[in-house]
């Protein structure tokens, strides 16, 4: 079987640019550090001490409440800022962001010393020790888990009887959706836009689910079922074909990415290693399995935004994008 690496902690971080998701991987890593090297906590610990305030106005524009006390801890929100911050949550109606602010403030001037805030950040030293092991298990939708045989962020869409939805914070790979050249598949009479006879499927299936994950963590995986018609099921029905990693649906990209910016997804060097698709450099457009308006097209996501317009799936220069695997995880 051959190794792909389709993440790389260390250099897939530093080519970010500055952006929410990129301090979301950052505190995400330091509170949940397994298998961390010492040279990656100083790159994320150095990465949050520096001067991140235009990211932390973009979390208000979210309205991220849940993510505000770890901006507190890691100094992203602090004695200094806290009061601009309030002011722009004003201006902005972001009034459940505005009232944590000035509770915040008010603990910095009354007592600072009882606020869970990460010891300060000293260049070059880090005082932070790797974990065997991290619970998981009291993760909500839209934090990130740290899983696979190279840990990678997966972000959790739904934590629901026992198991979570989780989608890959990361475009890994830019793909076509149907390669009409595939030998394998090239005397078959089914629809190949359909997802359980697309070539993206089978890759999904093979190179992803082999390369991603621990056999521990494969073991977890909740098998679903998807038909032609889109529907999915964690009961087998009749027509449709068993998978461990899928692509969302148009219908659970609304429904768990609610808005355009939380559709937006860093895409890896190795995504980007294609000359042809260079223009991918920070974000992706990346395929859902839904149908698109007419049989040959298929539904994607296109900055936020999701639409199936010039999706030709067996096009020349439109054939390849990005890929975002999906999973159900039993915890």
């Known amino acids: 079987m051959t190794i792909i690496n389709y993440y790389d902690e260390t250099k897939d971080f530093l080519r970010l640019a500055d952006c929410t998701e990129k301090v979301e991987i950052a505190i995400s890593r330091l509170e949940n550090p397994v298998g961390i090297t010492e040279e990656n906590i100083l790159m994320y610990q150095e990465y949050l001490f520096g001067?991140?305030?235009?990211?932390?106005?973009?979390f208000i524009d979210m309205n991220r409440l849940h993510i505000m006390p770890l901006l507190v801890k890691y100094r992203l929100i602090k004695k200094s800022n806290v009061i601009k911050l309030t002011e722009y949550a004003r201006e902005k109606r972001k009034m459940d962001t505005m009232s944590y602010l000035m509770d915040v403030g008010n603990q910095f001037r009354t007592q600072p010393k009882k606020m869970d805030i990460a010891p300060k950040f000293v260049k070059g030293k880090s005082s932070l020790p790797s974990?065997?092991?991290?619970?998981?298990?009291?993760?909500?939708?839209g934090d990130i888990i740290w899983l696979g045989s190279t840990l990678m962020p997966w972000k959790v869409l739904e934590n629901k009887n026992g198991r979570w939805l989780l989608l890959s914070e990361y475009v890994l790979d830019c793909l076509p959706f149907e390669d009409f050249y595939d030998p394998f598949y090239f005397s078959m009479s089914f629809d190949r836009t359909r997802w359980p006879f697309s070539t993206l499927r089978r890759h999904i299936g093979s190179?992803?689910?082999n390369n991603l994950?621990?056999?521990?963590?494969?073991?977890?995986?909740?098998?679903?079922?998807?038909?032609?018609?889109?529907?999915?099921?964690?009961?087998?029905?009749?027509?449709?074909?068993?998978?461990r990693l899928?692509?969302?649906?148009k219908q659970e990209t609304e429904r768990y990415l609610k808005n355009e910016k939380s559709r937006l997804a860093p895409v890896t060097s190795f995504a980007t290693r294609s000359m042809l698709y260079n223009h991918f450099e920070t974000y992706a457009y990346w395929w859902l399995r839904s149908p698109g308006e007419y049989t040959v097209e298929k539904m994607y996501v296109l900055d936020g935004r999701i639409t199936s317009s010039n999706s030709l799936v067996g096009g020349d220069h439109f054939n390849y994008l990005g890929v975002r695997p999906a999973m159900y995880y039993r915890y």
């Open 207 to 209: 190179d992803f689910y």
């Open 213 to 243: 994950l621990t056999d521990e963590e494969k073991q977890r995986i909740i098998p679903v079922y998807i038909s032609a018609d889109d529907k999915l099921t964690f009961e087998k029905r009749e027509g449709a074909k068993e998978d």
């Open 131 to 141: 974990a065997e092991k991290v619970d998981y298990s009291g993760a909500k939708p």
């Open 246 to 249: 899928f692509l969302l649906s």
């Open 51 to 58: 001067d991140r305030l235009d990211v932390v106005m973009q």
